[in-house]
């Protein structure tokens, strides 16, 4: 079976032109088995300030209105996409910029209204399999942004975590798939101030343990408990990782 | 030899949604044997007002600086692209936005400085036919931004008629092709003020007359006159029409 990795390039890496271009520069040698989803951090923010649009928040995140939804179009789809996509061709890469509706391959649909209206955010429904094994089996690297697409036709924000794990799980059909998330951080560390104790690989055994033992707090807890999901639905392992160690950093496993 | 229509949507059709919305009711008609090419109108020009960038104009025509680059890339790469591919996702066309990064199809170069330093404009050197052949082969319709990119990786904003001949052009080495300039004219018209004198076909000999005459003056010359080097070229025809004569319009012809 061909071992696919789907790497999930955080935010941060999208506004930072040196740590992309570092990753831009290790991303050849796993071309052509490779996928790239990538969020957008606060490009659209940035840009909805400048636009003077107000922002409207429900327990630190952001509603998207008619408004937002067109600058995050643009920021993610438009500005963060395709500068990923000519970096990556530069360095002898064909890479593909697709959103969710390109080649109808992630469709989703707007999150129902129920205590808050979060507007044009969208809950993914599907990924189309098909299309990203046929672009990979032309040596393509698919890149995705988190723009998602209702079979209403509306464009529509999605989480990028969301993003990379459908797509990984669609993938994991056909192939043995890797799920890298590509952060600040080269892993899960055991000590928060010191960047060389990552941890090599985390079970739900360990996991519970070092959640015990406090080790493992805040920020990192969803993310870990995600990973366990996404390996559920078939995904072989989930990797967290700086742009530094893609094949080192944490591994978690079964 | 199978037909390609290529279709070149102008600006003023991406801005008016009810416009947009027409072409997209006609064009599952010629799916999947069809190519769109949209331009971005004023959205970027909007988008830069809004943002309190300076613009700098010469003979007419825009120079793009780094950071009206980036509008150009948000408003066409993203916004205008992705809303048009929705629109027909809805319809129950497979299509595929791209812009010239994206599997390497439209490269470029940034247009050398003469008296004028032009900005981050590019000037197109190759079309890559056989992944716009394999898009289409596949029965995905490619719906193409006027964003290209040099070997450099950087992002050039393109002229959108540049890219609809450069693809048609290039597609004409596989295909018979006919190229449609869709806009907000039924045609060639005999008289400006009657929408339904449309010539229905021009060859060389009677645009000549019709030049002497001065039937065809003004804005209409160019795009004839591109016409015929476009025929040149390979293409079959070109077509003159609006979204609700596709078939019709005026055909210009060797």
Redesign the interface.
């Given at each position: 079976m061909k071992k696919i990795k789907v790497i999930k390039i955080g935010g941060k890496l999208i506004e930072n032109t040196e740590l992309l271009n570092r990753l831009c520069d290790e991303l050849p040698r796993f071309y052509p088995n490779c996928v790239l989803v990538h969020g957008g951090g606060t490009l659209a923010g940035q840009?909805a300030t400048?636009?003077g649009l107000e922002v409207k928040m429900h327990e630190g995140r952001r509603i998207t209105d008619a408004e937002t939804l067109?600058v995050t179009?643009?920021?993610?789809?438009?500005?963060a996409?395709?500068?990923v996509?000519?970096?990556l061709?530069?360095?002898g890469v064909?890479?593909?910029?697709?959103?969710g509706?390109?080649?109808?391959i992630v469709v989703s649909h707007k999150r129902p209204v129920k205590d808050i209206d979060w507007g044009f955010v969208g809950d993914i429904e599907s990924v189309n399999c098909d299309m990203v094994a046929?672009l990979l089996e032309?040596g393509?690297m698919p890149v995705f942004s988190p723009?998602t697409?209702s079979?209403?036709?509306?464009?529509l924000n999605t989480n990028a975590d969301s993003v990379a794990n459908g797509v990984a799980s669609a993938l994991a059909e056909r192939y043995e798939v890797e799920l890298t998330f590509c952060f600040d951080k080269p892993g899960v560390l055991m000590d928060i101030d010191d960047d060389n104790s990552a941890i090599p690989s985390i079970n739900r055994e360990q996991f519970a343990e070092l959640k015990e033992s406090g080790v493992i707090y805040s920020g990192m807890l969803p993310k870990l408990e995600n990973a366990f999901k996404t390996i559920d639905s078939g995904v072989s392992a989930v990797r967290l990782t700086d742009p530094d160690h893609l094949d080192g950093g944490t591994v978690i496993v079964k």
């Open positions: 840009l400048k636009l067109k179009v643009m920021a993610y789809a438009g500005l996409n395709k500068t996509v000519a970096e061709q530069k360095r064909n890479a593909c910029g697709v959103s509706c390109d080649m109808g046929m032309k393509i723009i697409f079979k209403e036709g509306e464009l």
